[in-house]
């Protein structure tokens, strides 16, 4: 049988060959699942209003509530997920998207506001299913972040292609977001099958990384309680950084025009591709720290290295010194650098220096939740609130917010777990010695 022979093979892989064929198929996977989520950000569905309100603004908010009730929904399935029933999974959540897609098409505005809503409310689910092929492994630095600059590259593409089908095809912004995720529809067939042929993680990875578990409510709150104010720190950091990359994300469109790139497909590719090669580079390379302590630290690092970067780009771009592409991609290189670690390696490690039996799983979705809480946070209150400011304005303003924000939680985070993991050395050594 094809599928057994292709698992064998890759058990028999050196590590190389293994990542590179867990990274494409995660990769891909993730990335054909965002032509079923982001093209319709392209549209600018121009003059449309609803209630007084931007239609766009609906359409945003629509989704990332479905996507944000799906985060909360993914804490439980997604952390009691068995792995026979991931693929499945993954392929019925995407196509029920893709009928909400048919229907945003056919269902007259404004009642194809609920749609949208049907759309992002089963895609939230997916990040962490996919992931679960690759935590808990010794080259999980490497397989997450190649997993990760999925949604950072696949954003601008699914994104080109949805302004190539308005633009050269013709296709009505309404019916465009179906077209869109129809292109990729085949394609994820292949590369959910082929990630499903990964074999489990290894003895050797369990040894390393501390083995894996699906967590039931009881187990999840005791994991909770036993770290809660570092993952109150963490949550807080996460929510700033999920507000500012969905505002980024969800309003491209609109920031690109303000900085006089409104024609253009190309600038959606043009300025994500370096960020996800960068953010690949750093966040794979992290795979070397044998130490998951250290690489617990160096995580910290990152994010708040990345946070400044945002701070300080923005600043440097209101003062004219750098250029409206430059700017845009130093900020995504900053967002991404604070964003991607909790999508993947900083979780993980995390388990693995308190040699803690679990999953990843649930606590990217822990954050995930209130993440996507805080981005419809900032919807209302740039809708209802300041409703005159400029896109780009405000987006500025974010930025600056989540510099000093998430300096100090980061800061504040990494000196709890540091106190956290010097406490539970010091028991340990106590007990050795008693043992003696």
Same mark, same amino acid.
């Given at each position: 049988?094809?599928?057994? %022979?292709?698992?064998? /093979?890759?058990?028999?892989?050196?590590? @190389?060959?293994?990542?590179?064929y @867990?990274?494409?198929?995660?990769?891909?996977?993730?990335?054909?699942?965002?032509?079923?989520? +982001?093209?319709?950000?392209?549209?600018?569905?121009?003059?449309?209003?609803? @209630?007084g309100?931007d239609y766009?603004?609906?359409?945003?908010?629509?989704? *990332?509530? !479905?996507?944000?009730?799906?985060?909360? *929904?993914?804490?439980?399935?997604? #952390?009691?997920?068995?792995?026979?029933?991931?693929?499945?999974?993954?392929?019925?959540?995407?196509?029920?998207?893709?009928?909400?897609?048919? !229907?945003?098409?056919?269902v007259?505005?404004?009642?194809?506001?609920?749609?949208?809503?049907?759309?992002? =409310?089963?895609?939230?689910?997916? /990040?962490?299913?996919?992931?679960?092929?690759?935590?808990?492994?010794?080259m999980?630095?490497?397989?997450?972040?190649?997993?990760?600059?999925?949604?950072?590259?696949?954003?601008?593409?699914?994104?080109?292609?949805? +302004?190539?089908?308005i *633009?050269? &095809?013709?296709?009505?912004?309404?019916?465009?977001?179906?077209?869109?995720?129809?292109v990729?529809?085949?394609?994820?067939?292949?590369? *959910? &099958?082929?990630l499903?042929?990964?074999?489990p993680?290894?003895?050797?990875?369990?040894?390393? %990384?501390? +083995? %894996?578990?699906?967590?039931?409510?009881?187990?999840?709150?005791?994991?909770? +309680?036993?770290?809660?104010?570092?993952?109150?720190?963490?949550?807080?950091?996460?929510?700033?950084?999920?507000?500012?990359?969905?505002?980024?994300?969800?309003?491209?469109?609109?920031? /690109?025009?303000?900085?006089?790139?409104?024609?253009? #497909?190309?600038?959606?590719?043009?300025?994500?591709?370096?960020?996800?090669i960068?953010?690949?580079?750093?966040?794979?390379?992290?795979?070397?720290i %044998?130490?998951? #302590?250290? @690489?617990? /630290?160096?995580?910290?690092?990152?994010?708040?290295?990345?946070?400044?970067?945002?701070?300080? #780009?923005?600043l440097?771009?209101?003062?004219?010194?750098?250029?409206?592409?430059? &700017?845009?991609? =130093?900020?995504? =290189?900053?967002?991404?650098?604070?964003?991607?670690?909790?999508?993947?390696?900083?979780?993980?490690?995390?388990?693995?220096?308190?040699?803690?039996?679990?999953?990843?799983?649930?606590?990217?979705?822990?954050?995930?939740?209130?993440g996507?809480?805080?981005?419809?946070?900032?919807?209302?209150?740039?809708?209802?609130?300041?409703?005159d400011?400029?896109?780009?304005?405000?987006?500025?303003?974010?930025?600056?917010?989540?510099?000093?924000?998430?300096?100090?939680?980061?800061?504040?985070?990494?000196?709890?777990?540091?106190?956290?993991?010097s406490?539970?050395?010091?028991?340990?050594?106590?007990h050795?010695?008693?043992?003696?």
């Open positions: 049988m094809l599928a057994t %022979r292709i698992q064998n /093979w890759l058990r028999r892989q050196n590590s @190389a060959i293994f990542s590179l @867990a990274i494409v198929a995660a990769f891909c996977t993730y990335s054909c699942m965002y032509a079923f989520r +982001k093209p319709f950000a392209v549209a600018t569905f121009s003059g449309l209003q609803f @209630a309100v766009k603004v609906w359409l945003i908010t629509a989704q *990332v509530l !479905g996507y944000t009730l799906s985060k909360f *929904v993914g804490i439980k399935i997604v #952390s009691e997920m068995k792995n026979g029933s991931r693929a499945v999974s993954i392929l019925v959540l995407i196509g029920f998207a893709a009928l909400s897609l048919l !229907g945003f098409a056919l007259p505005a404004p009642y194809n506001i609920a749609c949208l809503f049907l759309n992002g =409310l089963p895609l939230g689910m997916i /990040w962490g299913l996919v992931f679960s092929y690759l935590e808990g492994r010794k999980t630095e490497a397989l997450g972040a190649g997993l990760s600059v999925s949604f950072i590259f696949s954003s601008g593409m699914v994104k080109a292609v949805g +302004k190539y089908l *633009v050269n &095809w013709g296709i009505s912004e309404y019916w465009m977001p179906l077209v869109a995720g129809m990729f529809f085949m394609p994820l067939l292949l590369f *959910v &099958w082929l499903d042929r990964l074999p993680p290894t003895p050797e990875d369990n040894r390393l %990384r501390t +083995k %894996r578990e699906p967590m039931n409510s009881s187990q999840r709150r005791k994991f909770f +309680k036993t770290f809660a104010p570092g993952l109150i720190f963490l949550i807080i950091t996460y929510m700033a950084l999920t507000a500012y990359r969905d505002f980024r994300d969800n309003f491209a469109a609109e920031i /690109w025009k303000s900085l006089g790139y409104g024609s253009s #497909s190309k600038v959606f590719i043009m300025t994500e591709i370096p960020i996800a960068a953010v690949l580079v750093i966040m794979g390379s992290l795979m070397v %044998r130490s998951n #302590s250290r @690489a617990l /630290w160096v995580n910290h690092i990152l994010i708040l290295a990345g946070i400044l970067i945002v701070g300080l #780009s923005t440097l771009f209101e003062q004219h010194l750098i250029s409206a592409p430059v &700017w845009m991609t =130093l900020v995504g =290189l900053g967002l991404y650098m604070g964003y991607v670690p909790f999508n993947s390696i900083l979780f993980d490690r995390m388990i693995a220096t308190f040699h803690y039996v679990s999953n990843v799983g649930f606590l990217i979705y822990l954050a995930d939740s209130f996507y809480l805080a981005s419809v946070g900032i919807l209302f209150y740039k809708e209802f609130g300041h409703p400011m400029k896109w780009l304005d405000f987006f500025i303003s974010m930025g600056y917010i989540l510099t000093v924000s998430g300096s100090v939680t980061m800061v504040a985070s990494w000196i709890y777990f540091h106190k956290k993991e406490m539970a050395n010091y028991r340990s050594l106590n050795h010695l008693a043992g003696a």
